[in-house]
């Protein structure tokens, strides 16, 4: 008869070699997805988004050093429909990858690692750049209506 | 007990094998650091100029403030991001000749980018 005080020693599983194989930690699959994984990956690639971004910005430079119907056209595209939206995204991978880099400055100085902490670094990053973003076109687009 | 003949500066000052330290991973954060009070700057000015004619953009980055710091946004960033993309490169890419050869295009890339925005700055400040 088994002593309850003494525990069951749990069933062995022997693999072929003969060591124990129970699996000694969660699988990569049964992992909950954390916040800071979609954000460290969003970093990425939003700088890499504002690396192409920098193809946009010598276009316009280069347009208003050339000549006044040159920056028309810079400025008509960047006014259709898809020109729109590669601006309003520029604008919030520029937003987000600021805040990002300010996260990363945070956690160099060896805050905010905790895991409390870095969740809420990761959603006030997002929460953040979408403010910036939604801000920046407010002011940009529907504030200052008219050309000057 | 130190089996080297090396003092422990000796050392430091050779890097070891990788013959490299912390200076790409502090070019990062010294680039990083100067771009958010820059990147504040370009966007206010981008807001401003955002249905601007030429000759208000020409008129507004000619204003010495605002063309030292767009000079700075553009040179800082181009670092930053030559840096940022370098190391994209070297986590993704595993092939040695690939890798060489898109972690030189990416140099090259960046300065051409640097070239054409300084180029234009230049030449709407200064040029006819």
């Not at chain 1, 069951?8 to 699988?27: T, V």
């Not at chain 2, 898109?102 to 300065?111: D, G, I, K, R």
Request: net charge positive; charged share 10%.
């Amino acid at each position: 008869m088994a002593d309850p005080k003494v525990p069951a020693e749990r069933p062995k599983i022997f693999d072929s070699n003969g060591f124990d194989s129970r699996p000694l930690s969660p699988h990569l699959q049964i992992y909950r997805w954390p916040i800071t994984m979609t954000m460290s990956i969003l970093h990425r690639v939003t700088g890499a988004a504002l690396y192409m971004g920098t193809l946009l910005l010598a276009w316009w430079l280069l347009a208003a050093a050339t000549s006044s119907q040159a920056f028309g056209w810079v400025q008509w595209f960047i006014g259709t429909p898809i020109g729109l939206l590669i601006l309003f995204g520029y604008t919030w991978a520029l937003m987000h990858h600021m805040l990002g880099g300010i996260r990363h400055f945070i956690w160099d100085l060896g805050h905010g690692l905790g895991p409390g902490d870095r969740d809420r670094l990761a959603r006030a990053n997002l929460i953040g750049s979408i403010i910036l973003t939604l801000l920046i076109w407010i002011l940009g687009y529907w504030a200052l209506g008219g050309t000057n | 007990m130190n089996s080297s003949l090396k003092t422990p500066l000796g050392r430091v000052r050779g890097l070891g094998s990788a013959k490299s330290g912390t200076q790409h991973f502090w070019l990062q954060r010294l680039t990083g650091v100067a771009m958010v009070p820059l990147t504040v700057a370009f966007v206010l000015t981008l807001i401003y100029l955002a249905r601007a004619s030429q000759a208000t953009a020409i008129a507004t980055l000619g204003s010495p403030l605002i063309a030292i710091l767009f000079y700075l946004f553009i040179i800082t960033g181009i670092i930053h991001m030559r840096a940022g993309m370098q190391v994209i490169i070297e986590d993704y890419v595993h092939d040695d000749a690939l890798k060489i050869a898109a972690v030189m295009a990416n140099t090259f890339f960046a300065l051409l980018m640097g070239a054409a925005c300084i180029f234009a700055l230049l030449k709407l400040n200064f040029g006819i």
